[in-house]
Structure formats: structure tokens, C-alpha cells
């Protein structure tokens, strides 16, 4: 049986009109006088998918509506392009259903519902002539839509709570008032608190109780249940095991025919599938309901402390309750803590977190402190290593985040954590963001941070550098094959000497025109032609031609 995916994109593909989209990239080409999309061969999503012809398209209706046009390749920019494109659509007037989402575009999700939203407003610019102008709902103490933030950062701000509980306690601030999709955004003091969202932290709370040590043991279990030790080197685990393949393969190593069929496809209904058949099978085995997990809390990572815990529980179950098992014992769970359970007996951050001491660092922390220092310092911040205290409370992650991606704000944190709580929702803050930006989901823990693995710490800093620092990107680009490779401080250097020779130079040539403002007055001055004169004109010349060669 195919997927409901296949189902949904076979539908979509019948209602794809070719002609409408060669009708479309004509008219696009004509309307923006360039003839390179007329003869563009690539399809109409990949054409308009970094937002950038439709923003040219709105300013061509409306000039000027959109002030700023993101010509980047980072994903977060491309789609606030579109994000602009569709906020204006909505204020000339055009209802939802005329209209599309980002994701419809930028992911290929509903082209055709694009496609038809194109041909509405080529409708409605021939009826208007060209101008769209007068369409233009007037918004009060609107700001430009190009200056307007993106979705992400429309609900930021930082919190300076200070609490001794667990969970942060809520009290009146003075917050942002976001205009909806309408798009205005004004300061305005409120009585609501603004806090983070409660599936944001729902979120943080599985983070909270997360345990490497119970992850490591369950996937060492599995590799030795299945004596396969190339397990989950390549991917996560909750990667690996979301087709649900190796776990019935783990229920059919322990009991051999409990599964029957196991579906290799790549179709979601049919990995689902396969995570119901262990469940199932879990039952079979003899483990209570209790202890299982829902198939969306492995299949869409709703919840993958359930999924560990299974796996711990059925591991023990088949070791001491069935007969005949003689496959690998699990590692000894019991003595096991989260950083859940030490905020529930240690109230004081600073006894969690330890002292920030001063340690030596290998090369490639070294290289990545560095790398840190040199953005933060815009900022007047630096750290002395990855497992700084400011690292761990996720505030300068936060910080450099908002400086890379030159974004005012990425979304509410705690500006001065006082509880692990805090530590956690900044950590957690800064992945979520990243996912929300790239689509890649980091081997990194937010758990990891706070405890300050600085392994996983120089991943995401690699990561933050390698997509986010252009000036790291021009860099790579610009030693690629070259045997003197150049830094980064090499690139400030040479700026700063640039800039002083240019400096230098522009004084010398002041200097030259003064001079020569000086001898045309004096021959101005003088009312006939003497050898004196002569000697002015012939040195007027020299200076006339040492300007000009500057």
C-alpha cells in the first residue's frame, strides 16, 4: 500500500499545468524586462524559490514596498524574501486562500497552490494597469516591510527573572506588540508575560530528562544484540531507529518469526508499519502497556526519552523473565541521574555548574575560541574556552547566533539565568532556532551544552561557522588550492592596511588640489602674461598631471 506522502503527491502532480507555468515564467520575464527567465530551462519552484524574482516582481507592482531584498543563499533569508512577498499580498487585499505559505514554495510542498496564486495577481495587475498601488491597505506607524523581522524573531525578548523553583515564574514586562501576519510591530508595556511558548517548553522539559548514559547504553545493547557494531556511527539514534527495521529486528533476534514481514520501503506508512508491528510485539513478549511509546514518539521525535526507557525496560524484561534468552545483558541503569533529577536536590546553578576555571585546550578548541572571540568581540564579549560559564547558560551561544546571523533577536531567553531551568530553555533555544533556519538536525544536545561536552560544543560552533560567517565562507573559497593559506586575521590586517594607504593617498592628492587652487588664483590675479606667469602655468601643469596619474 503506497504512503499517504505518495497518495498527496500524486494528486499534486495531476493538477500540474504545464502551460499555466510556461504562462507564468513569460509573463514574469515580460513584466520584469529580463529576457534571461524567458529562456531560463529550469522549472518555475526552483526560479522563484530564494524569493528574490517575487519581491522584484511586488516592487515592479508597487515601488519601493519592500525595501530590502536578502541576495544570500542561507535558507532563513531566502524564505523571509517570500515571507515579505506574501505579507504584502495580504495587505493588497488578497484572502488566504488566494494566497500561499512559505513552505509551499520554498519546500515544493503546494506548488500548484503558487502557481494559482500567480495567476490571481496577474489578474488583478492587468484589471489595476500595472499599479497596485491603491490597493495598499494603510497600516498606522507601519515600518517597511523589508525591516520587518521574520516570524522566528517576532516573539523575542529577553526575560531578566530572577526565581528559585524549578519552573520560571511568570511577572508582567515590557514586551513587543506583533501585529499578526499583518506585519506592524510596535513597543507597548503589557501586564502579559513574555515567556516562551508552552510546546517550546514542553520541548525543553524532554531535554531536561534526557540521559546520554541511557542512550549510550541502549544503543550498545542493540549493536551487541545484533552484533552489528557499525550501528548508529553514521546517524542518531532516533535516525536509525525511525524506520522501525531495527527494532523488529532486535524482536525477532530475541524471539526468531514474532515479525514476519519487515517493510524496507522508504514509504512513511510503511516504517510506521514496522513501529507497530514491535510494539505489538513488545506486548507479545509479555511488557505492560505502560511501558511502551506511541509511534509519533519515535517517528516524529515527540518524545524519545519513552523510546530509551522501552528499550531499557524490554532489555531487562527478556533478560530475567524469558526463557531461554541468551543474547547481551543492558548496563545497569539504576544509579543513573538527569539533570532533571539534580535540580529537583540542588537548587544553586553554580554547584551544578562548577567553577569557571581556566584549563589547557587542544588545537581544534583553540581554533574554535578563537573563532568565537573574533565575532563576539563586536559585542565586547570573549570567552577563555568551550566550556565557559557563558557557553554553558547559553547566553553567548545566543549572542553570537544573533551576531552571525545579524538578526536583532532569535527568540525569548534568560538574559541572567539563575536556575538550570533557564540554562536549559537558552540551549535548547539556540538548536531549535538552527533547525528552524537550516532543516539539519545537530548531533548536539542542549543537555550537552549546559554540561559543557566541549566535543559537542565545537560541533555547533563548526557548524554556526561553516553555514552563518560569510566572511569564513569568502576565506574558504579564496585558499582553496592555495598553498599560503590566509586567516581571518590575515583579512582584517590587510583591510586595515588598505584602508591607511587610502587614507594616506587621499591626503596626498588633497594636498596636490589645494596647491593648484592656490596657483590658478594667483594667475587670475595677474592681469598679463610675464615669465613669472609662465613658470605659475608650467607648474599648474605638473600638478594637473600628478593628480590625475593618483
Not at 509511534?295 to 524519545?304: A, G, H, I, R, S
Not at 526519552?305 to 541468551?326: D, M, P, R, S
Request: proline share 4%; glycine share 4%; hydrophobic share 35%.
Amino acid at each position: 500500500m503506497g504512503s499517504l506522502n505518495a497518495s498527496l503527491a500524486e494528486k499534486m502532480a495531476g493538477k500540474f499545468d504545464t502551460n499555466l507555468e510556461r504562462n507564468l515564467m513569460q509573463w514574469i520575464s515580460a513584466t520584469l524586462e529580463d529576457p534571461e527567465l524567458a529562456g531560463n530551462s529550469e522549472p518555475l519552484q526552483e526560479i522563484l524559490k530564494d524569493g528574490t524574482v517575487l519581491c522584484r516582481l511586488m516592487n515592479k507592482f508597487i515601488p519601493g514596498v519592500i525595501k530590502r531584498v536578502n541576495v544570500s543563499k542561507l535558507p532563513f533569508k531566502q524564505m523571509e524574501n517570500i515571507s515579505n512577498y506574501v505579507n504584502i499580498c495580504e495587505k493588497i487585499g488578497l484572502s488566504e486562500s488566494e494566497r500561499f505559505q512559505t513552505l509551499d514554495l520554498f519546500e515544493a510542498k503546494d506548488i500548484v497552490c503558487v502557481m494559482n496564486h500567480l495567476r490571481t495577481v496577474k489578474i488583478l495587475v492587468e484589471k489595476n494597469k500595472g499599479d497596485l498601488s491603491g490597493l495598499l491597505k494603510a497600516q498606522p506607524d507601519q515600518k517597511s516591510v523589508g525591516n520587518v523581522p521574520s516570524p522566528v524573531s517576532q516573539k523575542i525578548f529577553q526575560s531578566k527573572a530572577s526565581t528559585s523553583s524549578l519552573s520560571p515564574q511568570i511577572t508582567p514586562k515590557k514586551r513587543w506588540s506583533v501585529g499578526g501576519s499583518k506585519g506592524s510591530i510596535a513597543p507597548t508595556t503589557s501586564d502579559s508575560p513574555s515567556v516562551s511558548s508552552l510546546h517550546d517548553d514542553i520541548s525543553t522539559k524532554e531535554e531536561f530528562k534526557y540521559s546520554p548514559e541511557l542512550e549510550d547504553g541502549a544503543k550498545k545493547w542493540i549493536r551487541l544484540l545484533l552484533d552489528d557494531p557499525s550501528l548508529f556511527t553514521k546517524d542518531s539514534l532516533a535516525n536509525t531507529l525511525k524506520s522501525g527495521v531495527i527494532l523488529c529486528k532486535c524482536i525477532n533476534t530475541i524471539q526468531p518469526g514474532t515479525i514476519p514481514k519487515i517493510n524496507t520501503s522508504s514509504f512513511n506508512y510503511s516504517q510506521m508499519e514496522n513501529i507497530g508491528n514491535y510494539l505489538k510485539a513488545c506486548i507479545t513478549l509479555g511488557l505492560p502497556k505502560t511501558d511502551l511509546f506511541d509511534t509519533p514518539d519515535l517517528w516524529d521525535k515527540k518524545n524519545m526519552n519513552l523510546v530509551i526507557n522501552n528499550i531499557h525496560i524490554l532489555a531487562k524484561h527478556v533478560e530475567n523473565k524469558l526463557e531461554g534468552y541468551t543474547g547481551p545483558k543492558i548496563d545497569d541503569s539504576s544509579q543513573v541521574r538527569t539533570l532533571y533529577s539534580s535540580a529537583l536536590s540542588e537548587k544553586q546553578l553554580s554547584t551544578i555548574m562548577g567553577e569557571d576555571v581556566e584549563r589547557e585546550m587542544n588545537d581544534d578548541e583553540k581554533e574554535m575560541v578563537d573563532w568565537t572571540n573574533s565575532q563576539l568581540a563586536k559585542r565586547n564579549l570573549s570567552i577563555p574556552h568551550l566550556s565557559a560559564h557563558g557557553i554553558r547558560t547559553g547566553v553567548i551561544l545566543i549572542q553570537l547566533v544573533e551576531i552571525i546571523t545579524k538578526m536583532d533577536t532569535i527568540g525569548f531567553y534568560e538574559a541572567e539565568p539563575q536556575i538550570l531551568w533557564h540554562c536549559m530553555q537558552n540551549a535548547s533555544l539556540v538548536l531549535r532556532f538552527i533547525y528552524q533556519q537550516t532543516f539539519v538536525e545537530l548531533d548536539c544536545k542542549a543537555q550537552e551544552i549546559v554540561l559543557g561536552r566541549v566535543e559537542s560544543i565545537q560541533y555547533l560552533l563548526r557548524f554556526l561557522r561553516d553555514k552563518f560567517d560569510v566572511d569564513y565562507l569568502f576565506l574558504t573559497v579564496l585558499n582553496e588550492g592555495e598553498d599560503n593559506k590566509l586567516s581571518l586575521a590575515d583579512m582584517e590586517n590587510n583591510t586595515a592596511e588598505g584602508d591607511k594607504e587610502s587614507k594616506a593617498e587621499r591626503e596626498k592628492i588633497a594636498r596636490i588640489e589645494a596647491e593648484i587652487a592656490v596657483l590658478q588664483q594667483e594667475l587670475e590675479e595677474e592681469g598679463k602674461t610675464t615669465p613669472r606667469k609662465v613658470n605659475h602655468r608650467k607648474k599648474l601643469e605638473r600638478k594637473q598631471s600628478s593628480a590625475k596619474l593618483r
